[in-house]
């Protein structure tokens, strides 16, 4: 009996030792350490973006112009990067390489460049005249563009560069009397809204003078390569085509405008305008 008592007193006592513990791999984990690896055994969690990384992994500018192609003018920002560049407002000193110059926006009625001087290129007459003439760093940066564009066997001629206030007045007037002030506003400005008033911008064609100012320009080599490397240079096709209804006017693959390497090579890398970069678009007709 005295045994039988003891043998029950022990298994007690080791029973009570043991317990019922819960498995080891049933445990709820403890919270993870702000900062440790969660993830399992010979993977990794992706690294949280650095400061000013996109975590789009789109590089801004990188999306289509939307408010571009729909004409719309509205602007904003885009999966994958900016639209416009909204936070740019429209530079209006007619002084200003990037001034901005168009339906909407105009020149000093007074305003006459001070710098103009003759650029050392080829034009399709021989006359030293108002025509001939660009700002300095316009006429600098456009003999560069002829020598590089010399080199790779493509030989341009200016057609027509500055005109004053006046002179450009008397054209829009013999445009009209020809063919009626709406046609004419589609591929001539009014007086005080053309850019060949600031003394930036040049019509170009080819070195036999064919196809000046003509369609027939747009397509020919001397054109291709003005687009692709027009902006090396600092100048842009200004009015591209598939976007009248942003500039206002027609296709003109002969119209350089000097706007500086910089903001040459950013309308050309995002496909802009100048009304696109300063988010002053539709420009009306």
């Known amino acids: 009996m005295v045994k039988s008592g003891i043998i029950f007193l022990l298994s007690l006592i080791v029973l009570s030792g043991c317990g019922a513990s819960t498995p080891a791999d049933t445990v709820p984990s403890a919270s993870p350490t702000p ?52 936070a740019v407002p429209v530079d209006t000193d007619p002084h ?14 007074d305003y006459a460049p001070t710098d103009l001087v003759y650029p050392d290129v080829r ?4 006359e030293k005249i108002e025509k001939r003439m660009l700002r300095q760093e316009a006429a600098d940066a456009l ?14 001629a200016g057609v027509s560069a500055y005109r004053s206030h006046s002179t450009q007045a008397a054209l829009f007037k013999r445009y009209v009397d020809r063919d009626g002030e709406e046609k004419a506003k589609t591929y001539s400005a009014v007086p005080g809204h053309s850019e060949h008033e600031t003394g930036l911008a040049i019509d170009v064609t080819s070195s036999d003078g064919s196809c000046a100012v003509q369609d027939c ?12 490397h027009a902006h090396e240079h600092g100048f842009i096709i200004r009015y591209p085509e598939g976007k009248e209804h942003i ?4 296709y003109e693959p002969w119209h350089l405008r000097y706007v500086g390497i910089e903001l040459a090579t ?15 678009v539709p420009v009306s007709n």
């Open 266 to 280: 950013e309308l050309q890398a995002n496909d802009w305008t100048l009304e696109e970069y300063y988010g002053v």
């Open 247 to 250: 500039t206002g006017y027609q």
């Open 217 to 228: 320009f747009g397509g020919t080599p001397e054109a291709l390569w003005l687009a692709e």
């Open 96 to 109: 200003s390489v990037t001034v901005m110059v168009n339906k909407e926006y105009g020149l000093p009625e």
């Open 35 to 86: 900062g440790t690896q969660t993830s399992a055994p010979g993977t990794q969690s992706p690294a949280p973006p650095s400061p000013g990384q996109d975590e789009s992994n789109e590089q801004p500018g990188g999306g289509d112009n939307e408010a571009g192609d729909e004409g719309d003018g509205s602007l904003g920002e885009a999966e994958g990067g900016r639209v416009t560049p909204e």
């Open 143 to 156: 003999e560069v563009l002829f020598a590089a564009a010399e080199q790779d066997g493509i030989y341009l």
């Open 123 to 126: 034009f399709t007459f021989s």
